[in-house]
């Protein structure tokens, strides 16, 4: 291997020869290259400047072309949110509307609900008032019922009586009493 140069062992005329060398050559390397450029625009010249007509006319007509293309993406990136504006409000009205819809059909079935509730407790008071007045018409008739049964009791009881009470007087007017029978048996001894 081989030893790194250290800047403070080298040579100080070796630079400056080196230096020196590398100047003619760039000079050199800078005349040559505009020499190269004279030859090559003698030669190509009227091409280079055909070739660059072309590229400006392509690049302008690219521009333009560029600038049609941007300008139909709006256009139609406009007319694509135009369109999707419109069916949201669309769908929007849509969804108003049956909401709407619902909502009044709703209300009818509550109203309808509500009606036939109204209609149940009405007929459910009338059965229930028309049943209060037929056990009101019962127990009126049962109690005349029970009058009757104790009235025709009543008579019964008052015409037994009385036949019993006939019946006993009759069994007193045939009946001897003792103090007679003894008048008689004593009445009979003397």
């Known amino acids: 291997m081989s030893e790194p140069i250290e800047p403070s062992k080298t040579n100080t005329p070796q630079l400056a020869a080196s230096s020196a060398a590398s100047e003619h050559a760039t000079g050199f390397a800078t005349e040559s290259g505009q020499s190269v450029d004279k030859i090559r625009d003698i030669i190509f010249g009227g091409q280079m400047r055909e070739y660059e007509a072309r590229f400006a006319a392509v690049e302008n007509r690219l521009n333009k072309e560029s600038t049609r293309l941007r300008q139909d993406m709006a ?3 406009d007319a694509l949110e135009n369109l999707v504006l419109r069916e ?3 769908l929007s009205n849509k969804l108003q509307t049956e909401k709407k819809e619902r909502n009044e059909s709703l209300l009818t079935v509550e ?3 509500k009606k036939a509730d ?3 407790n009405q007929r459910l008071g009338d059965l229930e008032n028309k049943t209060l007045d037929e056990i009101r018409k019962l127990r009126t008739q049962e109690y005349e019922d029970i009058k009757n049964v104790r009235s025709h009791l009543q008579d019964l009881r008052e015409e ?3 036949q019993i009470d006939r019946e006993i007087d ?3 007017k ?3 009493d003792k103090a007679g ?4 048996f004593a009445g009979g001894n003397s």
């Not at 029978?181 to 008689?184: G, K, S």
């Open 181 to 184: 029978i003894a008048a008689l």
């Open 88 to 90: 949201f409000e669309t």
């Open 118 to 120: 109204d209609l149940l």
């Open 174 to 176: 045939s009946k001897v």
């Open 111 to 113: 109203s309808l609900l």
């Open 170 to 172: 009759a069994l007193r």
């Open 75 to 77: 256009d139609r990136m």
């Open 160 to 162: 037994l009586n009385t």
